[in-house]
């Protein structure tokens, strides 16, 4: 049999169990052109929560009784396809199911001598290219600037903050424990760090940037953001990533940002990393050669199991992971990783 992993309902505040189902289905067979695909790790995002909603987004919704999907490390253990063979690693965008058939244009091979293949999921995937192209693109960060970043801690925000350095910026990382805090001190190397569980935000962000913020990477939104619009610098730059305080709090508002940005004339774009898809291999060869040069560091929290998805999933919204919330589902049965 194949288990699989079902929305059954849709959440209207946090998710939890009701709302996902473990069902056993069958192991299905590749068509022409199709590879089987064993599934090795599953990637959980934020982003999911939005799409566990019948609201108008810019992905599909997941539809109900049927199994919800993600960013995945696979290994092909069947193929009718010239372009993958058996035992070939592929990531890609998959059902959750321990077995499922893809076709193989859909997918990408692997290449191990990058770095462990997890990192297809995390610094060298989907957190990677957001984290370059947010920041890049529309942060635009120039030497000597400051550079604040919520969520600093995440498989997004931590390599944020690591382009800041790299970029020769200040910055200025928010996180929710001591461990994380930890982290982004010692071994990235950030300027400044602050507690939002523990400490005053706007206090603290006042002390930590005495010279105002050019740069705001938003991975959180809430109270965090509304402490940072009034430090704003002339021409600040504000790259909208995600908005996590308010994924699970229906009808969500807070204090208005306008004036804010009339004042200091600053630019916001909200963005996905899809908008940049046609700029991946740059994002890719940036991140590749800084992680090769040891200017690029990641973490990530790996759960066994895939019956244990879901509570890897439910922990994003308690701040559980450290860097990339992975889940491992099995090993690979023919090739070395």
Known sequence: MNKEIHLVKRPEANPTQEHIKLV?????????????????????DPYMRGRMSDAKSYIEPFQLNKPMEGGVVGEVVDSKSDALKQGDLVTGMLPWKEYTTAKAESLRKIDPSLGPVTTSLGILGMPGLTAYFGLMDIGQPKEGETIVVSGAAGAVGSTVVQIGKISGCRVVGIAGSEDKIAYLKNELGIDETINYKTENVPERLEASCPDGVDVYFDNVGGEISDAVYPL?????????CGAIASYNVPNDQGPRLQMHLIKSSALIKG????????????????LAQWLQEGKLKYEETITEGFENIPHAFFGLFEGANLGKQLVKVAEPSYSKQ
């Open 271 to 286: 963005f996905t990393v899809g908008d940049y898809q046609d700029r991946f291999k740059e994002g890719f060869t940036h």
């Open 232 to 240: 704003l610098n002339k021409f600040a730059r504000i790259a909208q």
């Open 24 to 44: 056993e289905g069958e192991r299905p067979s590749p068509s022409q052109e199709e590879v089987l695909v064993k599934l090795l790790y599953v990637s959980v």
